[in-house]
Structures are given as C-alpha cells and as structure tokens.
C-alpha cells in the first residue's frame, strides 16, 4: 500500500508580498526623491503621505515605518514615529503619519538627508489587479 500525504498549507500557496518604498518629507513641502517603483506618494497634511500603489491587493498583514537620517530626527526635542494605517484596497492606498511621542503630527525638515522608510507586508492571492 502506498503513502499519500496530504499537506493542505502546501496546495494554492503563495508567500507574503512585500512592498517597499522611501522618500524624503521635505518639511511642509511636496515629498521629493520617492525610492521604490509601481507607487507615488503625496503629502496631504501636516506630517501625512498617501501612498497610492499600482497594484491592488486584498489583505495588509503587517506594516513597518521609520524615519533614517545621517542624524537622529527630532522635531520640537521629541522624537518622531512613523504610523503606518489605512489601507483602502479599493483606492490602493495606505496612509502614513509622522507624529512625536505625544502622537501629534508634524512635519520632518528635509535637513539631515531624512527619508521616510515603509515596508508593507500583503496576503498574495497570486493574482494582481
């Protein structure tokens, strides 16, 4: 008698996609130098960036963002965090803020060679729209 193994994790699996993307704040300016392909990025508030993708995927699993300069970035003396949210899979977008410890938003000067870092992490279906 043979042996049939049957491993369901193993039958229309894909792995993770990740997505990965930089540009420079620019202070209360447009975002410049944008790193990466098949995305753009627009700032749209007081330390807030659309990143509007190419691509559509269904589900965002996990998401990473931080600020990298050739000095540490503080605005005010207070260190700034990268909150990454709202993925709208219709829209293919994700938002992005730059808030202080306080968790208000604001605007990081393009001083310091400062790029703001993101990677996104997506369930593949295999299939992009």
């Known amino acids: 008698m043979s042996f049939r193994g049957y ?19 620019n202070g209360s300016s447009a975002a410049s130098n944008p790193q990466g392909s098949r995305f753009s990025v627009a700032r749209t508030g007081v330390g ?18 931080a600020v990298n300069a050739d000095t540490p970035v503080a605005v005010a003396s207070k260190a700034v965090d990268v ?19 306080t968790g208000t938003a604001v605007d990081v000067p ?15 279906t295999g299939a992009l729209n």
């Open 7 to 25: 491993y369901p994790a193993m039958g229309n699996f894909h792995a993770p996609l990740m997505f990965a993307c930089r540009w420079q704040p």
């Open 83 to 101: 909150n990454v949210s709202s993925y709208n899979a219709t829209a293919k977008t994700v938002t992005v803020t730059l808030a202080d410890n």
């Open 110 to 124: 393009s001083t310091g060679n400062a790029y703001v870092s993101v990677l996104l992490v997506f369930k593949n």
């Open 48 to 65: 807030t960036f659309v990143i509007t993708m190419v691509d559509k995927y269904p589900l965002m699993v996990a998401a990473f963002g």
